[in-house]
């Protein structure tokens, strides 16, 4: 890979220049490099990081089923790496024009990793530096341990779309009001509400007296606050300290739990896995915001290219050339979602709405569809409210919230939907839906999520490790079950299950059924227990 | 219907048939429908792409980045290792993770491309959203535009044979290779990894070399004919790196310096040319009653047989390919083979007998060893096999090898299929057991379970 020459690099720092004026905040530096096929190659199962570790499965082309699962929580190639400094990818033949709208878009994602909250975390290290160090450890771990390494990367991977990146990340965000005693949240959050079931005003009346110590006595408010309590609980110090020293603390994520109490990764011979582990985990959650804002990230880029791109003295005469690529990035597809043109329609609908003071209860409350349509207060608020969201939202706080009726109607957005035609064997396309409710509900549908899966401490016993599944109307994709559970069960060291949900039968209904206009059977669901154990998996029902 | 159809079903009727194979039979008549070929669909308007709002970034979208196309050679450059590790796996008691990518790009005439990868997935626990995807209610997406709620705004063909299921093949335009070589290393993989018992030699091996001159080779600097194409696109290099191209909208060719090395011409050389050793027919039923996941399966495992064939046979093999309804024909290549689409009755017999008549007017059995692989999903019109039988003995006379697949509908009961009667009951597997094989499998089958397949039919 090179970088890009200097008259090239001399346009990006123009970009920079203009960037910065209308608004954009990032870091000085950039590096931009030339990649080819054969660059690409290579980058694209590593995530387009180039220092990322090796591991066998990036040899191998994965290209069946594409589309039963998601490889990684992220998009196959991209422009720009969320890296100090950041580096962005170019095709080796573009023209200057294409370039300096590439930039301005390059510039917003910068921008927008460098400002989200949903990045926090990766602010305050370089990746490739990171990566590069892991690449070493696992490589001298290799000439080691030879493939067991490798089995413990496949383990680890299995697993690591389950990590608690909102967990990690509300730990960045803390206030910084040093250590919370575990003591008060014992007595307040468990002991009081579940071993004593105090009424709530009695509830009410100790939070009160708890202010009150502080108020009166400040730094040694809890001291006196617990004299009273154990003089009126004499029990309450000797279950605190049961409570305490007992059992494992169910909140965190799998793999963090598999760290901390799996007694056959913390023996000697095998205290090498954990740095595997984490090297696995720290690259999962370093990926987890890329993919939660697809839709802000690429309409945010989009809203910029198009802004600067067309106030740029530099290229003129080439806004046909710019029009007609811009059209193909962000046109709305007559069937299908592309996330560069709801994302970039929605910021700009956004500002316009905020620029009129449309985002406020006076407007909402309006039913007159007449004054809804001129009602305009001068606010002038829209670039004010456009970098709050690109601050502050995901992109499920971003369509949850901004996805309404008006938006809809303005773009002519309805949700698609498919039945099948079998007198003449083909899938019919209809309008299902332009209501603003069942069009969020698709965009929704449509996003990553990935199960909610956590070890239940309460049940986790004999040595045998319990995991439960909640259920949010999927099911899990049956035919990875076995092996991702057999992974489990490898670095816990012993029998693993999991409670999951499963379709409990599935009516087919004959096609006469469908002609008659009769409605879709409702599924019925069963919950299941599966066993992985000496590598064997068995399945039980539960209910 | 057409009104040959129409007679020779007459003509079965009055043999009598059974109130359950007439409806059958109508069922596909009512089909209808003709064979030509199917639209080899590039990027579909309703593609729902593999990981939908992930699946492109900016180097695809802005800059029209290709997705990387590994050449072939890269990824088989590391297959024994992988397949090393793969066994090395089952030794600490893993289950294998490898599979053998078969992936088919048919180009017309002799540009046909199988490209064979190996694969592998990474299991985790994931939402699996396809578990609606049979039902309407599957495929919800966004739309914008006019329309009605409740109007159709397009339509879509219901995945038949050719779009074999599998993705791309990670190699697009450009990346031409032969079916042959590709082929001949998924034979490999297959002898390799599953273990396939080799053939016995029958016939008479005559590994006649014979040599060809063909001016395909390029040579820079000097050679027979001047490739303008090739030379041209080398002085483009040259100039681009020289920085005289200014600007690509208005190319000066007059400060264009021509370098002695960006002459491309194309020189004489010597190509082997084999005799070929053995005559493999694939004959594939694309009947009505073919439709969607039958075909899909039958033409998977004969790839899978024509490559291994390949293998075992050093290249020395010659394909030919027959396609039948009611009437059998030849089609010139895979390509034909792959993508006819399904339509008409059924009658194995006409098959059978234009292989038959192929062999004796141009003597093969002379010279080649000759294998019949016949795919079909079991239904025939011709009850009780009374025209079928005779041909397949006289078939059974210079074969080396009869294989039948049958892939099943799921619908009907299994092991009740009108060819799987006949020719259990004809005693014919007993007799010649290491002539004719008949593998019986669901039309859902897996990949595992083709392979499997194969080997009861080649063992």
Same mark, same amino acid.
């Given at each position: 890979?090179?970088?890009?020459?200097?008259?090239?690099?001399?346009?990006?720092?123009?970009?920079?220049?203009?960037?910065?004026?209308a608004?954009?905040?990032?870091?000085?530096?950039?590096?931009?490099?030339?990649?080819?096929n054969?660059?690409l190659?290579?980058?694209?199962?590593?995530?387009m990081?180039?220092?990322?570790?090796d591991?066998?499965?990036?040899?191998v082309?994965?290209?069946?089923?594409?589309?039963? %699962?998601?490889l990684?929580?992220?998009?196959?190639?991209?422009?720009?790496?969320?890296t100090?400094p950041?580096?962005?990818? %170019?095709?080796?033949?573009?023209?200057?024009?294409?370039?300096?709208m590439?930039?301005?878009?390059?510039?917003?994602?910068?921008?927008?990793?460098?400002?989200?909250?949903?990045?926090?975390?990766?602010?305050?290290?370089?990746?490739?530096?990171?990566?590069?160090?892991?690449?070493?450890?696992?490589?001298?771990?290799?000439?080691?341990?030879?493939?067991?390494?490798?089995?413990?990367?496949?383990f680890a991977?299995?697993i690591?779309?389950?990590?608690?990146?909102?967990?990690?990340l509300?730990?960045?965000?803390?206030?910084?009001v040093?250590?919370?005693?575990?003591?008060?949240?014992?007595?307040?959050?468990?002991?009081?509400?579940?071993?004593?079931?105090?009424?709530?005003?009695?509830?009410?009346?100790?939070?009160?007296?708890?202010?009150?110590?502080?108020?009166?006595?400040?730094?040694?408010?809890?001291?006196c606050?617990?004299?009273?309590?154990?003089?009126?609980?004499?029990?309450?110090?000797?279950?605190f300290?049961?409570?305490?020293?007992?059992?494992?603390?169910?909140?965190?994520d799998?793999?963090?739990?598999?760290?901390?109490?799996?007694?056959?990764?913390?023996?000697?011979?095998?205290?090498?896995?954990?740095?595997?582990?984490q090297?696995?985990?720290?690259?999962?959650?370093?990926?987890?915001?890329?993919?939660?804002?697809k839709?802000m990230?690429?309409?945010?880029?989009s809203?910029?290219?198009?802004?600067?791109?067309?106030?740029?003295?530099?290229?003129?005469?080439?806004?046909?050339?710019?029009a007609?690529?811009?059209?193909?990035v962000?046109?709305?597809?007559?069937?299908?979602?592309?996330?560069?043109?709801?994302?970039?329609?929605?910021?700009?609908h956004?500002?316009?709405m905020?620029?009129?003071?449309?985002?406020?209860n006076?407007?909402? &409350?309006?039913?007159?569809?007449?004054? &809804?349509?001129t009602?305009?207060?001068?606010?002038?608020?829209?670039?004010?409210?456009?970098?709050?969201?690109r601050?502050?939202?995901?992109?499920?706080?971003?369509?949850?919230?901004?996805?309404?009726?008006?938006?809809?109607?303005?773009?002519?957005?309805?949700?698609?939907?498919?039945?099948?035609?079998?007198?003449?064997?083909?899938w019919?396309?209809?309008?299902?839906s332009?209501?603003?409710?069942?069009?969020?509900?698709?965009?929704?549908?449509?996003?990553?999520?990935?199960?909610?899966?956590?070890?239940?401490?309460?049940r986790?016993?004999?040595?045998?490790?319990?995991?439960?599944?909640?259920?949010?109307?999927?099911?899990?994709?049956?035919e990875f079950?076995?092996n991702?559970m057999?992974?489990?069960?490898?670095?816990?060291?012993?029998?693993?299950?999991?409670?999951?949900?499963?379709?409990?039968?599935?009516?087919?209904?004959?096609?006469?059924?469908?002609?008659?206009?009769?409605?879709?059977?409702?599924?019925?669901?069963?919950?299941?227990?599966?066993?992985?154990?000496?590598?064997?998996?068995?399945?039980?029902?539960?209910? | 219907?057409?009104?040959?159809?129409?007679?020779?079903?007459?003509?079965?009727?009055?043999r009598g048939?059974?109130?359950?194979?007439?409806?059958?039979?109508?069922a596909?008549?009512?089909?209808?429908?003709?064979h030509?070929?199917?639209?080899?669909? /590039?990027?579909?308007?309703?593609?729902?792409?593999?990981?939908?709002?992930?699946?492109d970034?900016?180097?695809?979208r802005?800059?029209?980045?290709?997705?990387p196309q590994?050449?072939?050679?890269?990824?088989?450059?590391?297959?024994?290792?992988?397949l090393?590790?793969?066994?090395?796996?089952?030794?600490?008691?893993?289950?294998?993770?490898?599979?053998?990518?078969r992936?088919?790009?048919?180009?017309?005439?002799?540009?046909?491309?199988?490209?064979?990868?190996?694969?592998?997935?990474?299991?985790?626990?994931?939402?699996?959203?396809?578990?609606?995807?049979?039902?309407?209610?599957g495929?919800?997406?966004?739309?914008?535009?006019?329309?009605?709620?409740g109007?159709?705004?397009?339509?879509?063909?219901?995945?038949?044979? /050719?779009?074999?299921?599998?993705?791309?093949?990670?190699?697009g335009?450009?990346?031409?290779?032969?079916?042959?070589?590709?082929a001949?290393?998924?034979g490999?993989?297959?002898?390799?990894?599953?273990e396939l018992?080799?053939?016995k030699?029958?016939?008479?091996k005559?590994?006649?070399?014979?040599?060809?001159?063909?001016?395909?080779?390029?040579?820079?600097?000097f050679?027979?004919?001047?490739?303008?194409?090739?030379?041209l696109?080398?002085?483009?290099?040259?100039?681009?790196?020289?920085?005289?191209?200014?600007?690509?909208?208005?190319?000066?060719?007059?400060?264009?310096?021509?370098?002695?090395?960006?002459?491309?011409?194309?020189?004489?050389?010597?190509?082997?040319d084999?005799?070929?050793?053995?005559?493999?027919?694939?004959?594939?039923?694309?009947?009505?009653?073919?439709?969607?996941?039958?075909?899909e399966?039958v033409?998977?495992?004969h790839?899978?047989?024509?490559?291994?064939?390949?293998?075992q046979?050093?290249?020395?093999?010659?394909?030919?390919?027959?396609?039948?309804?009611?009437?059998?024909?030849?089609?010139?290549?895979?390509?034909?083979?792959?993508?006819?689409?399904?339509?008409?009755?059924?009658?194995?017999?006409?098959a059978?007998?234009?292989?038959?008549?192929?062999?004796?007017?141009?003597?093969?059995?002379?010279?080649?060893?000759?294998?019949?692989?016949?795919?079909?999903?079991?239904?025939?019109?011709?009850?009780?096999?009374?025209?079928?039988?005779?041909?397949?003995?006289?078939?059974?006379?210079?074969?080396?090898?009869?294989?039948?697949?049958?892939?099943?509908?799921i619908s009907?009961?299994?092991?009740?299929?009108?060819?799987?009667?006949?020719?259990?009951?004809?005693?014919?597997?007993?007799?010649?057991s290491?002539?004719?094989?008949?593998?019986?499998?669901?039309?859902?089958?897996?990949?595992?379970?083709?392979?499997e397949?194969?080997?009861s039919?080649?063992?």
């Open positions: 890979m090179e970088l890009i020459d200097q008259h090239t690099k001399n346009i990006m720092e123009g970009c920079k220049e203009r960037a910065r004026q608004g954009l905040r990032f870091q000085d530096e950039t590096l931009e490099y030339i990649v080819t054969r660059d190659l290579e980058l694209s199962p590593k995530l990081i180039p220092t990322l570790y591991y066998w499965v990036h040899d082309e994965v290209l069946k089923e594409k589309g039963r %699962y998601e990684y929580p992220h998009n196959p190639y991209e422009t720009v790496i969320n100090r950041a580096i962005s990818f %170019y095709n080796d033949n573009n023209p200057d024009w294409l370039n300096v590439i930039f301005y878009h390059v510039l917003a994602h910068i921008d927008f990793f460098q400002n989200n909250l949903y990045f926090r975390h990766t602010w305050d290290f370089d990746l490739t530096g990171q990566a590069l160090s892991d690449k070493r450890l696992i490589a001298k771990l290799r000439s080691e341990k030879g493939r067991w390494v490798d089995y413990v990367i496949e991977r299995a690591d779309n389950l990590v608690d990146y909102h967990g990690e509300s730990a960045v965000h803390r206030p910084g040093g250590v919370r005693s575990r003591r008060l949240d014992y007595y307040f959050d468990l002991f009081l509400q579940q071993v004593k079931k105090v009424k709530i005003s009695e509830y009410v009346t100790e939070i009160e007296r708890y202010n009150q110590c502080t108020r009166e006595y400040r730094e040694q408010a809890e001291q606050f617990f004299a009273e309590v154990n003089a009126r609980y004499p029990e309450f110090e000797a279950m300290e049961k409570h305490r020293g007992g059992k494992p603390d169910g909140r965190k799998l793999m963090q739990f598999l760290l901390e109490h799996s007694e056959f990764l913390n023996k000697d011979e095998n205290k090498w896995m954990l740095s595997v582990i090297v696995i985990r720290k690259t999962s959650l370093y990926f987890q915001p890329q993919i939660r804002t839709f990230n690429e309409g945010w880029a809203y910029w290219h198009e802004k600067l791109f067309l106030q740029d003295e530099r290229i003129g005469g080439h806004e046909v050339d710019f007609r690529v811009h059209a193909g962000t046109s709305l597809p007559r069937v299908g979602l592309n996330p560069y043109a709801i994302g970039m329609r929605l910021f700009q956004l500002e316009e905020a620029d009129k003071g449309r985002l406020s006076d407007y909402q &409350r309006l039913l007159d569809a007449d004054k &809804r349509k009602f305009d207060s001068k606010a002038m608020k829209g670039q004010q409210k456009i970098f709050e969201i601050e502050n939202l995901s992109d499920f706080t971003f369509i949850n919230t901004y996805v309404d009726q008006d938006f809809v109607d303005r773009f002519r957005l309805f949700v698609v939907d498919r039945r099948l035609n079998e007198a003449r064997m083909v019919q396309y209809y309008v299902k332009r209501k603003a409710g069942d069009y969020r509900e698709m965009l929704l549908g449509s996003l990553y999520h990935p199960p909610v899966i956590r070890v239940d401490t309460g986790t016993r004999d040595g045998t490790l319990c995991l439960v599944h909640r259920f949010e109307g999927k099911p899990l994709v049956r079950i076995a991702t057999m992974g489990i069960e490898f670095l816990w060291g012993g029998p693993v299950q999991l409670e999951t949900s499963e379709v409990a039968g599935t009516a087919t209904r004959p096609p006469s059924a469908r002609e008659r206009g009769e409605k879709e059977p409702e599924i019925a669901w069963r919950r299941v227990l599966y066993e992985m154990k000496d590598r064997k998996l068995t399945k039980l029902a539960i209910g | 219907m057409n009104p040959k159809l129409a007679r020779y079903f007459a003509e079965i009727k009055k048939l059974s109130p359950q194979r007439e409806a059958l039979i109508r596909e008549l009512a089909l209808g429908g003709g030509g070929l199917r639209e080899v669909v /590039g990027r579909e308007e309703f593609a729902t792409s593999a990981l939908g709002l992930y699946a970034g900016d180097l695809s802005i800059q029209a980045m290709t997705s590994g050449s072939y050679t890269t990824n088989v450059r590391s297959l024994d290792e992988l090393e590790r793969d066994r090395q796996r089952e030794k600490d008691g893993f289950p294998r993770k490898i599979r053998v990518g992936l088919i790009k048919p180009g017309k005439g002799d540009s046909g491309k199988v490209v064979v990868v190996p694969t592998t997935v990474e299991e985790k626990f994931l939402h699996d959203s396809a578990f609606k995807q049979e039902q309407e209610g495929g919800a997406s966004g739309g914008t535009g006019e329309g009605e709620e109007e159709v705004i397009g339509e879509q063909p219901v995945r038949g044979p /050719g779009e074999a299921g599998s993705g791309s093949a990670g190699q335009e450009g990346g031409g290779h032969e079916v042959e070589s590709n001949y290393d998924l490999r993989i297959l002898t390799e990894k599953f018992p080799n053939l030699e029958k016939g008479k005559r590994s006649l070399s014979r040599y060809t001159y063909e001016l395909t080779d390029k040579n820079r600097g050679g027979q004919v001047l490739d303008k194409k090739a030379t696109r080398k002085i483009l290099e040259t100039n681009i790196s020289l920085g005289n191209l200014p600007d690509l909208g208005e190319i000066d060719t007059t400060r264009f310096l021509i370098s002695p090395d960006d002459k491309v011409y194309r020189i004489l050389s010597r190509e082997k084999y005799e070929s050793q053995a005559m493999v027919f694939f004959v594939r039923d694309y009947s009505g009653s073919m439709e969607g996941k039958a075909t399966l033409v998977s495992q790839v899978m047989i024509y490559s291994w064939l390949l293998y046979y050093e290249k020395n093999v010659e394909s030919r390919f027959i396609v039948h309804d009611t009437d059998a024909t030849e089609v010139p290549d895979f390509y034909t083979y792959y993508n006819s689409r399904v339509a008409g009755g059924t009658r194995v017999a006409a059978y007998r234009l292989v038959n008549e192929i062999v004796d007017k141009e003597n093969l059995v002379q010279d080649y060893n000759i294998y019949i692989f016949h795919g079909t999903d079991g239904d025939d019109w011709d009850t009780g096999g009374k025209e079928v039988l005779p041909e397949l003995k006289a078939m059974l006379r210079y074969a080396n090898r009869v294989g039948v697949t049958i892939a099943e509908h009907g009961p299994s092991h009740s299929t009108e060819v799987e009667r006949y020719l259990k009951s004809s005693g014919l597997i007993e007799q010649a290491n002539l004719l094989r008949l593998d019986v499998m669901g039309e859902d089958a897996d990949e595992k379970r083709v392979i397949g194969i080997k039919l080649i063992s």
